[in-house]
T-cell receptor
Framework: SQQGEEDPQALSIQEGENATMNCSYKTSINNLQWYRQNSGRGLVHLILIRSNEREKHSGRLRVTLDTSKKSSSLLITASRAADTASYFCATDAATSGSRLTFGEGTQLTVNP | GAGVSQSPSNKVTEKGKDVELRCDPISGHTALYWYRQSLGQGLEFLIYFQGNSAPDKSGLPSDRFSAERTGGSVSTLTIQRTQQEDSAVYLC?????????????FGPGTRLTVT
């Protein structure tokens, strides 16, 4: 079963708007990572947040982590059409070594 | 430097045939992972190699699936007697080390279609 669950499953917005995607997980984690996937092929790492961190920024990306609620959010500000992709959260659970457990993803569509 | 490469990029095979999928990790990366992704789904962990340690095979769905990593570098995922439910994109990833702070770098995947 999947550790992470993304919400929403699909999101459609206009260019310039912000996009927020959420991820919930079930077990204790070492870290949580967000990945982006275009056209169902290779994934690209976006950002990693450790379990002792609460917020992290990278360019137009902002990730938060609430370990008490076992949830994370990814915010993309000032979205662009090129941000259209699937976004996955992945957890590195404390008891599973370094294997990542992925959610089923949020499909983001940014309309020009 | 070069990223993770996988071959072939696409593979169509008949049910019952064996297939081999190859992964070349980034040079110097000691950890290597195999995942598969069915259409519209997230990634499912299959197997993990770290250095000379015994691999974590806990994600392999059946004994038809096996993988090896030769010389701590190239890995081959073998699926014997393929079934239609094996159709998926098989993704390989590598990272610098086993540790919670290392991101995984993914290859472009092999799209396997079993007819």
């Amino acid at each position: 079963s999947q550790q992470g669950e993304e919400d929403p499953q699909a999101l459609s917005i206009q260019e310039g708007e912000n996009a927020t995607m959420n991820c919930s997980y079930k077990t204790s984690i070492n870290n949580l990572q967000w990945y982006r996937q275009n056209s169902g092929r290779g994934l690209v790492h976006l950002i990693l947040i450790r379990s002792n961190e609460r917020e992290k920024h990278s360019g137009r990306l902002r990730v938060t982590l609430d370990t008490s609620k076992k949830s994370s959010s990814l915010l993309i500000t000032a979205s662009r059409a090129a941000d259209t992709a699937s976004y996955f959260c992945a957890t590195d659970a404390a008891t599973s070594g370094s294997r990542l457990t992925f959610g089923e993803g949020t499909q983001l569509t940014v309309n020009p | 430097g070069a990223g993770v490469s996988q071959s072939p990029s696409n593979k169509v095979t008949e049910k019952g045939k064996d297939v081999e999928l190859r992964c070349d990790p980034i040079s110097g990366h000691t950890a290597l992972y195999w995942y598969r992704q069915s259409l519209g789904q997230g990634l499912e962990f299959l197997i993990y190699f770290q250095g000379n340690s015994a691999p974590d095979k806990s994600g392999l769905p059946s004994d038809r699936f096996s993988a090896e990593r030769t010389g701590g570098s190239v890995s081959t995922l073998t699926i014997q007697r393929t079934q239609q439910e094996d159709s998926a994109v098989y993704l390989c990833a590598s990272s610098m080390d086993r540790g919670s702070s290392y991101e995984q770098y993914f290859g472009p995947g092999t799209r396997l279609t079993v007819t």
